[in-house]
């Protein structure tokens, strides 16, 4: 086979990935959303027919004709804003200091045995103790304060960082790191240019992971920690249960529900596709 036959091969491969490619972005959105779009109205189903089904009172569990305006309505509000911003903050901070110590132990579990026989196995144990154990604490520690809101934080989520870090640091196949090696890839430079980006799909399943600790932990820390005059997501549900205002708790538990979708969908899904299509995994 001369080099002409390979080369119109090649170019009809070419092509078919380029159909494939072509696809319109208005069917690619299409296909990514309707299932969003028939999960959630699925939902809103099983929740009226809850309703319906009269479970409880009304004044206690409103349905979705009762919610959804509210939901709206809380959204157009100052105090709202104000709250998400708060919890926000705490969010990516105590997320982003997770990161750094998760990150930092989970290298120096990978690379040092002794390190790995130590704290190995006290990381697993941290990461499986429920957030709201560390509360009591935080509280003596800190009294009530941000303080012990981002240490309630940080420990939920830097273990699930550093175990996903060490998970993919230890699949890393050897050649790589060999050729790597033979490269001049020694050191940092190894971490850098080789091993980490090995180890990046499970290092992001590790931040996913991550993620989730620290909504779960800062969720429990503002409903227990209540700071005056600084208004968030956890202390306006706190609020909503004391004066038994059942459509604004189901708004704002909304509200939490949809910045976990969001944060999924625009960080942690954009991550996994950006893998995937460095990798050659996908075409889009």
Do not use: C
Request: positive net charge.
């Amino acid at each position: 086979m001369d080099v002409a036959e390979v080369d119109e091969q090649l170019a009809g491969l070419d092509a078919l990935e380029s159909e494939v490619a072509g696809e319109s972005r208005a069917r690619r959105l299409w296909a990514q959303m309707w299932p969003k779009v028939a999960a959630i109205g699925l939902a809103l189903l099983v929740w009226q027919g809850i309703v319906w089904a009269s479970w409880k009172p009304d004044y206690v569990l409103p349905g979705p004709a009762t919610v959804l305006p509210r939901f709206f309505s809380d959204l157009g509000t100052s105090i709202t804003w104000r709250a998400i911003g708060t919890t926000m903050r705490r969010a990516f901070v105590g997320f982003g200091v997770a990161i750094v110590i998760g990150s930092l132990v989970g290298i120096a579990v990978a690379q040092f045995r002794v390190v790995r026989s130590a704290v190995g196995s006290l990381i697993t144990g941290l990461q499986t103790m429920p957030s709201i154990a560390w509360f009591p604490l935080a509280v003596l520690l800190f009294k009530k304060s941000e303080a012990a809101i981002f240490f309630v934080v940080v420990l939920g989520a830097a273990p699930s960082v550093a175990n996903g870090l060490i998970s993919g640091i230890d699949h890393v196949p050897p050649i790589l790191v060999r050729a790597g090696r033979v490269l001049g890839a020694k050191g940092i430079h190894a971490y850098r240019h080789v091993i980490v980006p090995a180890a990046l799909p499970s290092f992001v399943a590790g931040l996913k992971q991550g993620w989730a600790f620290v909504w779960r932990s800062l969720m429990a820390g503002e409903l227990i920690v209540i700071i005056a005059n600084r208004p968030s997501i956890g202390v306006q549900l706190s609020y909503n249960q004391e004066f038994n205002d059942a459509p604004g708790l189901f708004s704002y538990m909304l509200i939490i529900l949809l910045i976990g979708i969001v944060v999924d969908a625009v960080v942690f899904a954009g991550l996994e596709r950006n893998i995937r299509r460095r990798r050659g995994l996908t075409t889009n």
